[in-house]
Each structure stands twice: as structure tokens, then as C-alpha cells.
């Protein structure tokens, strides 16, 4: 599969999604956020594209769906680009961050 089939691929999952939040505000104005978010959720997960020409196997656009969500490119709550904040990457210690001592060891080793 070529890489810039797939990124065609999550753009029209995200137009998709897009449509999708627009249609759900104009269709339940006055309803609350968890229904509209649901709405966008099951329509979404409903959707079907094919990649490069062929139809793809049902748990495929689910996924890729899922995946877009947890990159936080798109996501399910009308608000989840202000509820969720993305998470700066864990920082990784290695033996030269550890303070040493005069013989070597690590500060607090005996």
C-alpha cells in the first residue's frame, strides 16, 4: 500500500467526520453534547470507502477511525479538542542523567 493512498484515505474519513459533526449540530440542536457525539461516533463507524479501488474488511475504517481519534485529529465529543490535551512524550532517563558520586555509583547507591 502506498503511503500517499493512506493519508488520502484518513483525509476522506476526516471530510467524512467533519460532515458528520456539521449534519449532527443542525439535525439536534438542543441536544446534549453526549448525544451528539454519539450520533457522529455511529455514523461514522457506518461509513464505507474503499482504498486504492477495493473494498476494505469491516473492522478496517473502525480502526482507522479509532486511530484518528487517538492522534487527537478528530474525535467524538463536539468539545475534545478543548477536553483533550495532548500529553508531551515521556521522557526517558539513561546512566549519564543519573548523578554519580566520587566512586561511580549512582547518588543514593551504597
Known sequence: MLEPSLEEFANRLERHWENSRRLAKVNLAGRSEIDLGQTVLA?????QVQL?????????IPGSYH???DGLRIGWH????ALLVPTPEPV????????????????GDK
Request: hydrophobic residues 30%; aromatic residues 10%.
Open 43 to 47: 455514523n461514522c463507524m457506518d461509513y
Open 52 to 60: 486504492q479501488g477495493m473494498e476494505v474488511p469491516s473492522y478496517f
Open 67 to 69: 486511530a484518528l481519534s
Open 78 to 81: 463536539p468539545r475534545f479538542d
Open 92 to 107: 526517558t532517563r539513561t546512566d549519564r542523567d543519573v548523578p554519580t558520586n566520587s566512586a561511580g555509583n549512582a547518588a
